[in-house]
T-cell receptor
Framework: KNQVEQSPQSLIILEGKNCTLQ??????????LRWYKQDTGRGPVSLTI?????NTKSNGRYTATLDADTKQSSLHITASQLSDSASYIC?????????????FGSGTRLQVQP | EPEVTQTPSHQVTQMGQEVILRCVPI?????FYWYRQILGQKVEFLVS????????KSEIFDDQFSVERPDGSNFTLKIRSTKLEDSAMYFC?????????????FGEGSRLTVL
């Protein structure tokens, strides 16, 4: 069964600290992996898209890693800011019965406190 | 910066009523999607639309749901007879040409409350 599991479910950190969010997936065949940031009550906004051949991709203070062998990805946030408080969703694109499909994780809710 | 726009931002309706949620995808995009997110739960796929027809739909997208692209800009989701469990945030998304890694752009969502 195609699944995307994220951990932790929620996380509280102090402003300025770093954190790492995890994503494990079991989808096959893999196409790409995306990380989205979703502010409360808003639509998801893309942070990174990683293909099979990419191990690391950065977008400002966000750095995503991908290990296609172990089917794991992480999102590292450096020097967190209050505005980083949001849900971070891991989404894996794969083929399903000949069609491209996206499987969403449940997200990690990050709260950055002053 | 181009964006996906959705209206209304919030709609309250009575159970059994018809609801139409509207979306204006990014102008040069070719693939369109509807997703929903029940409060506190994960985003769920409803339907994808390409070349003026549904290309894929989930089991959630039953006969009560329909989509339409009535003109060159709007993409609508209709719920024919709403149920309490249809209460959710509905997101429209669009993607440009290319089957590969095209980025998916989401709208801000339409919150539907069914009473």
């Amino acid at each position: 069964k195609n699944q995307v599991e994220q951990s932790p479910q929620s996380l509280i950190i102090l402003e300025g600290k770093n954190c790492t969010l995890q994503c494990n997936y079991t989808v096959s065949p893999f196409s790409n992996l995306r990380w989205y940031k979703q502010d409360t009550g808003r639509g998801p906004v893309s942070l990174t898209i990683m293909t099979f051949s990419e191990n690391t991709k950065s977008n400002g203070r966000y750095t995503a890693t991908l290990d296609a062998d172990t089917k794991q990805s992480s999102l590292h946030i450096t020097a967190s800011q209050l505005s980083d408080s949001a849900s971070y969703i891991c989404v894996v694109s794969h083929m399903d019965t000949g069609r491209r499909a996206l499987t969403f994780g449940s997200g990690t809710r990050l709260q950055v406190q002053p | 910066e181009p964006e996906v726009t959705q209206t209304p931002s919030h709609q309250v309706t009575q159970m059994g009523q018809e609801v139409i949620l509207r979306c204006v995808p990014i102008s040069n995009h070719l693939y369109f999607y509807w997703y929903r997110q029940i409060l506190g739960q994960k985003v769920e796929f409803l339907v994808s639309f390409y070349n003026n027809e549904i290309s894929e739909k989930s089991e959630i997208f039953d006969d009560q749901f329909s989509v339409e692209r009535p003109d060159g800009s709007n993409f609508t989701l209709k719920i024919r007879s709403t149920k309490l469990e249809d209460s959710a945030m509905y997101f429209c998304a669009s993607r440009g040409a290319g089957v590969g890694t095209g980025e998916l752009f989401f709208g801000e969502g339409s919150r539907l409350t069914v009473l």
